[in-house]
């Protein structure tokens, strides 16, 4: 695909993209009165077929408003109307241009889907202002534009240094990425102990933990990673799932920097971070592929077309798989977090002393449940204290470890035959499992699949994968405006703005 300029003989081909597009398309002499003024900037897009888009701007000063921009139906969804956005923003900044506005209806979704994750925000409204329809016109003025070019540049050059931001649960982490995969510096400051003694993250706490801690964190990665604000080339945050008052601290935080150094804000989703950090260590992994994440607070089994791209393929019906360790250890009076301590007795256990059920290994489908395990743990416990009856620990804690990989490995190797992939990724907290790892990488060889697993501290919430991510948003200039907000709920394979985009 290739982007240039707007030329007397492609007037055909967008005039029928036009009357495609919209209910009231600008006419033929419109068009022609536009071609060769000097305060404008029209540029198509064309591929293997001819012009599949056009995107015009009228230039007003140090701002250019755009006018038209639109993209062939069967064409939309591969980030055609996102090159034209930041092709003419690129030719009007060469012109002095800091920023570009633009009106758009409130229906339109899919126009503003493309803005919002272009990094516009939304400054007034213009009551009545479309005759025919008497609709409001949105007024969307983007960030000042030479930044994010930059950044842009910087990134197809593999130069990037973006500072990440990763407040979702209960750690406070900030690194300092450059190129999408050379990590200058990542600090992760865990609040885990102020949660320990209530069994679990308590949402209150973990946001006033994290805004005392935030400053500091960023600033120790700054100085580790030896580069000034000024070398930095965006500000990457988590903007979701997560909690939500844990969220804002570093969204809040990310802002303010991005404000104060006039840099791009991209805003990554947690899910996808997990998956990115198998990539950091292992730079022949390429999609398709298949992803198990496996933490704390999510579950699910994805199949990965490409970087970017991701179809859920099943996920627990009830609680994550490290929520159940977690569950299990403090039943067993053994403290949180409960996946570390429950894996080290396991290994000192017998996962088959006691027979707990694997649930839906067989069900056909790819998802799983874990609460039938969690209450066959509780009625064993219970059953042996009633009893009066030594509580077996360690076998306790391997049987239940085994009963879990089990499902998860069963479920994995399905998805990956399904889908006839070659590379598996196991991300998430959980993967931080040994027995899990190793039980999994058996499996899948057997198929010549092949597993990719983060290291250790790759696995647990870290802000290097939220940098890898935001190095890919960054290449093609999704980023986020000022008044982008937390997604508790973003679901992996959705962005900002995204109901749906050209
Ligand atoms: O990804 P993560 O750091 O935070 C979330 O996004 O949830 O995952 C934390 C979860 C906790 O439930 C913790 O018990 C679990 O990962 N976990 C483990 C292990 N290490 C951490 N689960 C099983 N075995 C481990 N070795
Ligand atoms: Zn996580």
Same mark, same amino acid.
């Given at each position: 695909?290739?982007?240039?300029?707007?030329?007397?003989?492609?007037?055909?081909?967008?005039?029928?993209?036009?009357?495609?597009?919209?209910?009231?398309?600008?006419?033929?002499?419109?068009?022609?009165?536009?071609?060769? @003024?000097?305060?404008?900037?029209?540029? =198509?897009?064309?591929?293997?077929?001819?012009? /599949?888009?056009?995107?015009?701007? &009228?230039?007003?000063?140090?701002?250019?408003?755009?006018?038209?921009?639109?993209?062939?139906?069967?064409?939309?969804?591969?980030?055609?109307?996102?090159?034209?956005?930041?092709? =003419?923003?690129?030719?009007?900044?060469?012109?002095?241009?800091?920023?570009?506005?633009?009106?758009?209806?409130?229906?339109?979704?899919?126009?503003?889907?493309?803005?919002?994750?272009?990094?516009?925000?939304?400054?007034?409204?213009?009551?009545?202002?479309?005759?025919?329809?008497?609709?409001?016109?949105?007024?969307?003025?983007?960030?000042?534009?030479?930044?994010?070019?930059?950044? &842009?540049?910087?990134?197809?050059?593999?130069?990037?240094?973006?500072?990440?931001?990763?407040?979702?649960?209960?750690?406070?982490?900030?690194?300092?990425?450059?190129?999408?995969?050379?990590?200058?510096?990542?600090?992760?400051?865990?609040?885990?102990?102020?949660?320990?003694?209530?069994?679990?993250?308590? +949402?209150?706490?973990?946001?006033?933990?994290?805004?005392?801690?935030?400053?500091?964190?960023?600033?120790?990665?700054?100085?580790?990673?030896?580069?000034?604000?000024?070398?930095?080339?965006?500000?990457? =945050?988590?903007?979701?799932?997560?909690?939500?008052?844990?969220?804002? /601290?570093?969204?809040?935080?990310?802002?303010?920097?991005?404000?104060?150094?006039?840099?791009?804000?991209?805003?990554?989703?947690?899910?996808?971070?997990?998956?990115?950090?198998?990539? !950091?260590?292992?730079?022949?992994?390429?999609?398709?592929?298949?992803?198990?994440?496996?933490?704390?607070?999510?579950?699910?089994?994805?199949?990965?077309?490409?970087?970017?791209?991701?179809? =859920?393929?099943?996920?627990?019906?009830?609680?994550? /798989?490290?929520?159940?360790?977690?569950?299990?250890?403090?039943?067993?009076?053994?403290?949180?977090?409960?996946? +570390?301590?429950?894996?080290?007795?396991?290994?000192?256990?017998?996962?088959?002393?006691?027979?707990?059920?694997?649930? &839906?290994?067989?069900?056909?489908?790819?998802?799983?449940?874990?609460?039938?395990?969690?209450?066959?743990?509780?009625?064993?416990?219970?059953?042996?204290?009633?009893?009066?009856?030594?509580?077996?620990?360690?076998?306790?804690?391997?049987?239940?470890?085994?009963?879990?990989?089990?499902?998860?490995?069963?479920?994995?190797?399905?998805?990956?035959?399904?889908?006839?992939?070659?590379?598996?990724?196991?991300?998430?907290?959980?993967?931080?499992?040994?027995?899990?790892?190793?039980? !999994? @990488?058996?499996?899948?060889?057997?198929?010549?699949?092949?597993?990719?697993?983060?290291?250790?501290?790759?696995?647990?919430?870290?802000?290097? &994968?939220?940098?890898?991510?935001?190095?890919?948003?960054?290449? /093609?200039?999704?980023?986020?405006?000022?008044?982008?907000?937390?997604?508790?709920?973003?679901?992996?394979?959705?962005?900002?703005?995204?109901?749906?985009?050209?």
């Amino acid at each position: 695909m290739k982007v240039r300029s707007l030329a007397q003989e492609d007037l055909d081909d967008v005039l029928a993209i036009e009357r495609a597009s919209f209910a009231d398309p600008w006419s033929e002499d419109l068009f022609a009165q536009e071609l060769g @003024r000097e305060d404008r900037i029209w540029l =198509v897009a064309e591929d293997g077929t001819g012009v /599949v888009g056009y995107a015009g701007v &009228m230039i007003t000063g140090s701002e250019a408003d755009l006018m038209d921009i639109a993209v062939a139906r069967e064409r939309r969804r591969r980030g055609i109307a996102r090159s034209l956005l930041w092709g =003419v923003a690129r030719k009007a900044a060469e012109r002095g241009v800091q920023r570009l506005t633009l009106e758009v209806r409130p229906s339109n979704v899919e126009a503003l889907g493309l803005y919002s994750s272009c990094g516009f925000d939304q400054v007034g409204r213009r009551a009545g202002y479309y005759p025919e329809t008497r609709e409001d016109a949105l007024i969307w003025r983007s960030r000042p534009l030479a930044p994010v070019l930059a950044a &842009m540049d910087a990134a197809a050059r593999g130069e990037d240094v973006v500072l990440a931001i990763e407040t979702s649960c209960d750690e406070t982490a900030v690194s300092v990425m450059r190129g999408g995969r050379e990590e200058l510096a990542s600090v992760v400051a865990s609040q885990v102990d102020f949660h320990a003694r209530f069994g679990g993250v308590v +949402p209150e706490i973990a946001s006033r933990k994290h805004a005392e801690a935030i400053v500091a964190v960023a600033d120790e990665a700054l100085a580790k990673a030896g580069v000034g604000a000024g070398d930095v080339h965006g500000i990457a =945050v988590t903007q979701g799932p997560g909690l939500v008052g844990a969220l804002v /601290v570093g969204i809040a935080y990310a802002k303010g920097l991005a404000l104060a150094q006039d840099l791009p804000l991209v805003g990554v989703n947690h899910l996808e971070g997990h998956i990115y950090a198998a990539r !950091l260590l292992d730079p022949d992994l390429d999609p398709p592929l298949v992803a198990l994440l496996v933490s704390g607070g999510h579950t699910m089994l994805a199949h990965v077309p490409e970087w970017g791209r991701y179809e =859920v393929l099943g996920r627990t019906l009830d609680d994550a /798989v490290g929520e159940a360790f977690d569950k299990v250890a403090k039943l067993l009076g053994l403290g949180y977090p409960g996946g +570390p301590v429950i894996s080290r007795l396991a290994a000192e256990g017998d996962p088959s002393a006691i027979p707990f059920p694997r649930a &839906m290994i067989r069900s056909g489908n790819l998802d799983v449940s874990l609460s039938g395990l969690k209450t066959a743990v509780i009625q064993h416990v219970e059953g042996r204290r009633a009893a009066g009856a030594e509580l077996a620990v360690a076998d306790i804690a391997a049987s239940f470890q085994a009963a879990v990989i089990d499902v998860q490995v069963a479920k994995a190797l399905q998805a990956a035959r399904e889908h006839r992939v070659s590379a598996v990724v196991l991300a998430g907290g959980v993967a931080a499992n040994t027995a899990l790892r190793d039980a !999994l @990488r058996d499996a899948l060889a057997e198929h010549d699949i092949r597993l990719s697993v983060p290291p250790f501290g790759l696995c647990t919430d870290n802000a290097s &994968m939220i940098a890898a991510v935001a190095h890919d948003h960054l290449k /093609v200039g999704r980023v986020l405006g000022l008044t982008a907000d937390a997604m508790p709920n973003m679901r992996l394979g959705s962005r900002a703005g995204e109901a749906g985009h050209i």
